[in-house]
Nanobody, 121 residues
Framework: QVQLVESGGGLVQTGGSLRLSCAASGIVFKINAMGWYRQAPGKQRELVAV???????DYADSVKGRFTISIDNAKYRVSLQMNSLKPDDTAVYYCNANVRELGGVTDYDYWGQGTQVTVSS
């Protein structure tokens, strides 16, 4: 089974930057897409950014122009560069991967355990 390990979360001041990284472990044949979701206290989980293995991207309106998602298919890793951070960005960020496992015939979604991002004012 594929497992996702996230890193890069932490505490930053308003206007600062963080880079989140998520690596998939296990036997992966093909990554269809990877993305980042976040959930703040009292709010529902929302899509932050997603990228396909071909490089197509989509961002939440609230992060466009500030966040950049990238993927390394060979390393099964997705990164999220977050600039100009705001207190509203404070949330637990979850990595998601939709993959085709080696020898598999179907695609599956996997989730990381989450990493805390806190932006102080």
């Amino acid at each position: 089974q594929v497992q996702l390990v996230e890193s890069g979360g932490g505490l930053v001041q308003t206007g600062g930057s963080l880079r989140l990284s998520c690596a998939a472990s296990g036997i992966v044949f093909k990554i269809n897409a990877m993305g980042w979701y976040r959930q703040a206290p009292g709010k529902q989980r929302e899509l932050v950014a997603v990228i396909t293995s071909g490089g197509s991207t989509d961002y939440a309106d609230s992060v466009k122009g500030r966040f950049t998602i990238s993927i390394d298919n060979a390393k099964y890793r997705v990164s999220l560069q977050m600039n100009s951070l705001k207190p509203d960005d404070t949330a637990v960020y979850y990595c998601n991967a939709n993959v085709r496992e080696l020898g598999g015939v179907t695609d599956y979604d996997y989730w990381g355990q989450g990493t805390q991002v806190t932006v102080s004012s």
